[in-house]
């Protein structure tokens, strides 16, 4: 079995994240526990490091400015590293796509078969892998992340996408 990422490179990893109150919103209590599952499950286990910077760790400020999505990255003590913004045009599709094929998913566990829930389930996966090489390629050259920390900060970008709806 493979060491988590933070066993391996321990420095260059994300101990906190922030989201921008402002830009992002608050939203209803179930949304707001979504946030907050994703944000523990990218602290708990993830490879993030910028590019020709010194090793971290680094805190996450994320935060939606335009039709961009901002990630101010600096260290544990504040002092700012690099701040990237990321076109959202990218992920708009594959968001929409994995929020309607969730929604599928979660009719189906109530009427279906436990092979047709198990097919909407491998698609809803594969979205969100799409979802996370999207992520990947988009933060290609500007900050290195394995492919569970991409997952981890895909699912953290879809629950932003339910500002100010309650679930």
Known sequence: MNKPPTEEDPNNRIVAVTL???SIGRSGPDIEHERAIAIYDLIEQNLFAPV???PGPYTLHIAITGNRLMFDIR????T???AHLL???PFRRIVKDYFMICDSYYQ????????KIEAIDMGRRGIHD???RTLQERLKGKVRIDFETARR????ICVLHWKGQDA
């Open 75 to 78: 260290r544990e003590d504040g």
């Open 80 to 82: 700012p590293v690099v």
């Open 108 to 115: 189906a566990i109530r009427t279906a078969t436990p092979d």
């Open 130 to 132: 799409e979802g996370s």
């Open 153 to 156: 900060l895909f699912t953290l």
């Open 20 to 22: 921008d109150e402002e």
């Open 52 to 54: 020709g910077t010194e």
């Open 87 to 89: 076109s959202l045009t």
